[in-house]
Structures are given as structure tokens and as C-alpha cells.
């Protein structure tokens, strides 16, 4: 479910925006109707084909046609006909309109553009030639056609010699072959194909902007200081001590059974706290998380961060990334203090964000201001530069996670080498634990400790040690 939120979020965007454009090259893109007339030229003389092209294609020829057969005002006004104001908008984008400053257009002028982006004159052999001509108005580009066509033949017939013969007809020199009739459906691409082309394109080229955006974050720096993420190579999977663990085998093993017992509380957070100054710089970074959500991911997180604190002195860091913990809450003087959303952002600095915890001489960065979902701040891309930022300066960070076996951007967590420690619920079945062991090693975690806390009773808080 939290994939797919993600995945959600991931695709509003370009969506939208492919969206809109699709919509907006819908109106803008007008179709555009294909007419053809086909002639037949006196095939007597060899370059009477080629010939034929040059004239039908000359802009002189273009003015006489257009000026004889009046064509002038339906070729200057390419927006008419109700094809709506997006339209004739980019049809003055196109050329109709006047740069500022200019002279005015002359309409002959516009008539004659019309003509070049619409006009196409070619040679197909056997002594014909192609009239064709394209426009948003089917009925004028059949018309354009037809009057170039004609208007050429009238040229040929007035200037054709006479035969050699006396009282024999002049030759015919050229005829029309093919008519133009009006297309009854646009040339492609069709404004529906446009919009769709746009729409994608569009789609592509944001997600491919915002995933160039999110890699550049992750790996560039930052106004508190430019920190290189570390180059982190795959460690073998260690399964540190289970503390506290007692399984249902366990139980049933005779020569185990009398030698197993439960160790108080205060023994099991003695352990782990040993665990860890016994790792040294390998535990650095302490990842405490668990199988399921529950309070005692923060307690232990917390506990760990205050014993490791009064113990010889060691800088500790809690960060708070359980932001559904109770525990969590009100370790700072205001409970509106930026946090680790505010240095996610970019708005709060080191200084502003981290506080010391009042119970202890151990620092806490609490989630910060409009944190709300635990898997947000997992999956933001600078949590890793900022995790590494910490590394640098105190000798432990214990970071307070939710179960992370499910979690986006949980695999870079795991890269950045942390000491993974699983909280696991007492009379649990063992095979929960091992799931969620699995899931962990599944995601990159190397080194993982297990932890099971002796219950207790409600009087006796866990939060004497937390």
C-alpha cells in the first residue's frame, strides 16, 4: 500500500502536466485537408515535364493564378470558418502575425505565403504532373489545385504553335488528367495523434526531469556543507547476538531448558549497549527498527541513545524517524521545533534542527514540522547525505525507525552500512522474527542484532532506562 501511494505521488505530476498539454495541443493543432489535381503535358518535348514544374512552381505564376481567379481574400484568411480562437492564435505563431514594429501585411502578400507552405508541384513520369495542395479548408485546397492546374493549361493552349500544316488543329499540349475534390478527413498527423504525442512526450520528459532532480539532491551538496555520499560495497550477512531471544525450540530442549532464562530488562539494555561499544566504528550508525509497529522501537532507540551517552563521554544523536511514537514526543522544549522534515527541506540548518534531550546528555533531531507519514521521510532522497553528515560528527547515530522491511528508500538506509537492531515482540512465534530478519537482509542490512525485552508490568515503565 505504501508503494503504491508512492508510486502515486511519483506519477501526479507528469501525469498532470501531460495532461494539460495534451488538452491544450488538442485546440491548438488544426487539422489540415489534402486536395490533388493531376495534369498531362505534351510529352513531344523531353523537358516539357521539368518545365512545367518550374512554371507551376514560380511565385510569379502563384500571383496571376491567385489574382484571376480571385483567390486572394479566401488565401489571407487561413483562421476563418469558426476553427476557434486557440487555433488562429497559433496560426498567427506560425507566420500570419506581425512582428511588432512591422510595416502592415499586405493581404497579397499573405495569399502568397499560403501558397508556399500549401504547394506541391512534382514529376511522376509518363509526361504528368502532381498539383497538390494543403490547407485547413478541404474545399480550398481542392480549389488551389484546380486553379493552378487550369490556369497552366490556359498558359499552354494560348502559346501553343500552330501545326505545320495549313487548316490542321494546334496540338493539344496539355490536359488535365485528374480533378481535385475536397478531402473528407485531414492528412495525418490528425490533431487527436498531435495531442497524443504531446501529451506522452510530455509525460516522459517530466518523470525523466523529476528523476534527474531527485539523483541530483541525493548526491549533491548542501548549504550546510558539500557531503560526498560514501561508496558503499555489499558486506556479508552477520547475525549478531539475539538478546533476550528464547524460542519455542529452545523451550522444548531438555538440556537447554534449565540452563535459559529470561534477563530482567535493565540486563537485556546493558547487553545492547555493550553490543554496540564493543562494535565500535562499526556501529556508527544504529538503525533500530522492528518486525511490526510498536513502542518499543522508540523506548529501545532512546534507552540505547542515553546509556551510550553517559558512557564515557560519546557524542550521540537520536534521530527520529518514527514519527507515530508517543516516546517521541516532547523530547524538545517546544513541540513545534524544526526537525528532521525542516533539514530534509532545506529550511533549518544542523543548529537549528538538532536539540539536547533534557533527560540526558544525549541530542535528538525530532521529525520536525508537517511530518506525517514515517515512509515520506525514509523515502526523501537527502536522508542519506544527512545520515552521513552525522556520522562525521558524533560517535553513535541511533536512528528510531518504523518496521522498515516494506518501506521505499529503505535499500539506501541499508547502504550507507548501519548496525540494524530488530526489535522483536516477546511470545511472539519465532518464525516472525525470522521474517523479519529475512526482509531486512533482503534489502541490503548486513548487520543485524536481535533483541526480545523481557515484558513487564505497566507500573514498572520501560522508560526508567527511556
Known sequence: MRRARRLLRLLLAPTLVGLGLAGVTSEVAVPRYQSQSRLWIDGRDV???????????????????????????????????????????????????????????????????????GLSVRQV???????????????????????????????????????ADEGSPSAVPARMVVSAVPATAPRWPTPLVSSLVAGIGTFALVFGLQSWMRRRRSTGGHEFGAV?????????????????????????????????????????QADLSRLVELRGAAARLV?????????SIARCAL???????????????????????????????????PGLTDLLTGVAGFSDAIHRESASRCHVIPPGRGAREADGLVAADRLPLILTALKQTYDHVIVAAPPLGDLVGAERIAGLSPTTILVTQPGAMATDAVQAFDALAALGFG????ITFTPESPEKAFSRAA
Open 303 to 337: 534507552a540505547l541513545g542515553r546509556s551510550l551517552a553517559g558512557a564515557a563521554e560519546r557524542r550521540v544523536v537520536v534521530v527520529c524517524l518514527d514519527i507515530a511514537s508517543p516516546s517521541l514526543e516532547g523530547l524538545t522544549a517546544d513541540p513545534r521545533a
Open 125 to 163: 513520369g509518363g509526361g504528368q504532373v502532381e498539383v497538390d495542395f494543403v490547407s485547413a479548408d478541404p474545399r480550398l485546397s481542392a480549389d488551389v489545385a484546380n486553379a493552378f492546374a487550369s490556369s497552366y493549361i490556359e498558359l499552354r493552349q494560348t502559346h501553343a504553335p500552330l501545326a
Open 47 to 117: 523537358a516539357g515535364g521539368r518545365d512545367g514544374v518550374k512554371v507551376l512552381s514560380s511565385r510569379d505564376f502563384a500571383r496571376q493564378v491567385i489574382e484571376t481567379r480571385r483567390l486572394g481574400a479566401r488565401l489571407a484568411s487561413p483562421t476563418s470558418e469558426g476553427r476557434g480562437v486557440l487555433s488562429g492564435a497559433a496560426v498567427r505563431v506560425a507566420g500570419y502575425a506581425m512582428p511588432p514594429g512591422t510595416a502592415p501585411v499586405t493581404r497579397e502578400t499573405l495569399a502568397l505565403r499560403t501558397i508556399e507552405r
Open 447 to 450: 548487520d543485524i542484532a536481535m
Open 228 to 268: 560526498p555520499m560514501p561508496e558503499t560495497t555489499p558486506r556479508p550477512l552477520q547475525h549478531l547476538p539475539w538478546i533476550g531471544g528464547s524460542s519455542a525450540e529452545h523451550a522444548e530442549c531438555a538440556e537447554m531448558g534449565s540452563s535459559l532464562r529470561l534477563l530482567s530488562r535493565e540486563r537485556e
Open 287 to 295: 538503525t533500530v527498527t522492528g518486525s511490526r509497529a510498536d513502542e
